[in-house]
């Protein structure tokens, strides 16, 4: 099971830090990813980071802005969100995929998902 937490509303330029905790079945070796979905838009990659730590990416959209990283001996994994702007607006998901080296960006590759959230960002 993935449990993503520290969403909220935030004023524009702002900061929030998201947490995926893993547990169950995935705890393990997973590369992980945090995706969004604001209404009426497709799921989309925001950030995936492997099992090592030693790989991440980025979308363009974050790059500069947003930090992924993850602490395996509490099998959590975090998004860091800096300098928030109205159009980060929308539902985060992490999700977590059994190749361990991979930094998928679609989301069917991922074999699990957490619950969301979300994620308001005022002008």
């Known amino acids: 099971q993935l449990q993503a937490s520290g969403g909220g509303l935030v004023q524009a330029g702002g900061s929030l830090r998201l947490s995926c905790a893993t547990s169950?079945?995935?705890?393990?070796?997973?590369?992980m990813g945090w995706f969004r979905q604001a209404p009426g838009n497709e799921r989309e990659i925001v950030a995936a980071?492997?099992?090592?730590?030693?790989?991440?990416y980025y979308a363009e959209s974050v790059k500069g802005r947003f930090t992924i990283s993850r602490d395996n001996g509490k099998n959590t994994v975090y998004l860091q969100m800096n300098s928030l702007k109205p159009e980060d607006t929308a539902v985060y998901y992490c999700a977590a995929d059994r190749i361990t080296v991979a930094l998928y960006t679609t989301a069917a590759k991922y074999d699990y998902w957490g619950q969301g959230t979300q994620v308001t960002v005022s002008s």
């Open positions: 980071i492997t099992w090592s730590g030693r790989n991440t």
């Open positions: 169950g079945r995935t705890t393990g070796s997973y590369s």
